[in-house]
């Protein structure tokens, strides 16, 4: 394949990145479109350019070439600034990023002016500004639009994040291989990565709309009532979960392939110096990034919690139902992670069972429910026994052990674990009445399972059904599910 080919295809892809840009920004007027086109205008120039270096229609030595090259890598100075400058605008108003892009492009110009025309050396000035300002602004660009994709969970957003990233962590294997060889492999990357943003930008015009594409955010008003205003952020900061949870795992992927790359670099080329510092960087920014992410699970636990405490009906009705058993499972119905398992074992409820514990013994439970784990999958298991009299403090440390011995066997971590309670109509008030022992102890010891190398805490819960046919719980669970 003729190497005039590789930055041709570049450059065509560019056009049409551009095209679609500009057409979009035809029926928007947005101007992070219009700065995201002329970049990628001036990008096909670059290429262009290139293809006519390689075909030597244009000069390829002495002063004319020079020249020529210096606008060649004045035109992708201008592209990372000019994607930047449509960043800045999407994604904030603070008045500091519309200098930030101008200075850039000053400091990209003096450093290819030294190299191109004081030391006439255009490999180094290359290669610098690849190392110093393309790989960079690609890692802060694949950011950005992450963030961009946090807020408006389109498609597109996600597609031309995964092509800056891509682009930033394959720049560095390259050189590391190849050097500053730059055919075929290095049009090569970047086609590969110019089809990811192009199908990003084809997807970002399918959706155009004639409206901001990132609505600005609300400013927190004067409220009349702070509780609800408090349970409102907590509901907002809840709904960005799912999106934080793959933006920490990405963050350390990408340091394990630093890791990786270390690796390589002292295996199959026994650069010690670079592959052990490259090493050492990525094994602290690993432990750094596990223990921010052990701190956001549990933060994610605690934000779960307040959520489910807020959408949980403020009265339980208990569901019609022979035995309280048949009532308790009815209840159970509408609880997320039950519904789950019964998808996976519809049979998985059973009543008056008998099972058996690591240590032999057998343990007998009025309903058991069980959902086997598989992959992606912690599995589900709920252990309840029945009582028609106040608890006593034997009773609840018996149905503990009982649990404690049949999932050290099992080794299902238990959803739930229920005392419950119903009594006879006829029992007056203070016949029914929990008693200070029992209340303390269930509050105040949850039962430790250790299950492989991990340890698992579940509190034992009590639920009575009342006079006025609702469900009272003793303690109000709301954390098991983030647990796991």
Not at 64 to 90: D, H, K, M, N, P
Not at 347 to 358: A, D, E, Q
Not at 380 to 406: G, T
Request: glycine share 4%; charged share 20%.
């Amino acid at each position: 394949m003729e190497e005039w080919l590789f930055p041709l295809i570049s450059a065509i892809i560019s056009l049409s990145i551009a095209g679609t840009l500009l057409f979009r920004w035809m029926s928007t007027k947005d101007k992070s479109i219009l700065w995201w086109g002329i970049g990628f205008l001036s990008y096909f120039v670059a290429h262009l350019m290139e293809t006519l270096f390689v075909l030597e229609i244009l000069p390829t030595e002495g002063g004319e070439y020079i020249f020529l090259y210096f606008i060649r890598q004045s035109l992708v100075a201008i592209l990372l600034v000019a994607v930047l400058y449509g960043l800045a605008i999407l994604l904030t108003e603070k008045k500091i990023w519309k200098f930030v892009p101008i200075i850039l492009l000053f400091v990209q110009e003096v450093m290819i002016i030294y190299y191109d025309f004081g030391l006439w050396d255009t490999i180094t000035s290359r290669t610098l500004q690849i190392l110093i300002f393309v790989i960079p602004l690609s890692t802060v660009f694949a950011a950005l639009f992450l963030r961009y994709w946090i807020n408006c969970k389109k498609r597109h957003a996600l597609l031309l994040s995964l092509a800056w990233f891509a682009y930033a962590a394959v720049v560095p294997l390259y050189f590391i291989t190849k050097g500053t060889d730059i055919f075929p492999y290095w049009f090569g990357i970047r086609s590969v990565t110019n089809i990811i943003l192009l199908v990003g930008f084809i997807d970002y015009a399918i959706a155009a709309e004639k409206k901001p594409i990132i609505e600005p955010s609300k400013p927190i008003a004067t409220v009349e009532t702070p509780i609800t205003a408090m349970l409102d952020l907590s509901e907002e900061t809840h709904e960005k979960v799912p999106s934080m949870k793959m933006m920490m795992n990405i963050i350390m992927i990408f340091f394990f392939a630093v890791i990786l790359i270390g690796i390589i670099d002292i295996a199959l080329y026994f650069n010690m110096g670079t592959g052990i510092l490259l090493i050492i960087i990525g094994c602290i920014a690993l432990v750094f990034s596990y223990e921010m992410r052990t701190y956001f699970k549990r933060f994610i636990a605690r934000q779960s919690a307040i959520k489910r405490i807020r959408d949980a009906e403020p009265i339980t009705h208990i569901p019609k139902g022979k035995i309280p058993q048949e009532r308790f499972i009815k209840y159970m119905k509408d609880n997320p992670l039950f519904k789950q398992a019964m998808i996976r074992n519809s049979k998985g409820v059973k009543n008056n069972v008998t099972l058996t514990g690591r240590s032999g013994s057998t343990h007998k439970f009025d309903i058991y429910v069980e959902s086997k784990p598989s992959l992606g999958y912690h599995g589900y298991s709920l252990f309840s026994r029945c009582f028609d009299k106040p608890l006593k403090i034997e009773e609840v440390k018996n149905l503990a052990a009982a649990v404690k011995d049949v999932v050290e066997k099992t080794k299902i971590v238990p959803s739930g674990i229920i005392a419950l309670q119903s009594f006879s109509p006829d029992l007056h008030d203070d016949e029914r009445k929990l008693g200070d022992e029992v209340y303390d102890y269930v509050m105040n010891n949850p039962i430790i399972f250790k299950i492989g190398f991990r340890k698992y805490t579940r509190n034992l819960q009590i639920v009575t059904e009342e006079r006025d046919e609702t469900y009272d719980f003793i303690p109000f669970i709301c954390m098991n599910e983030m647990e796991n």
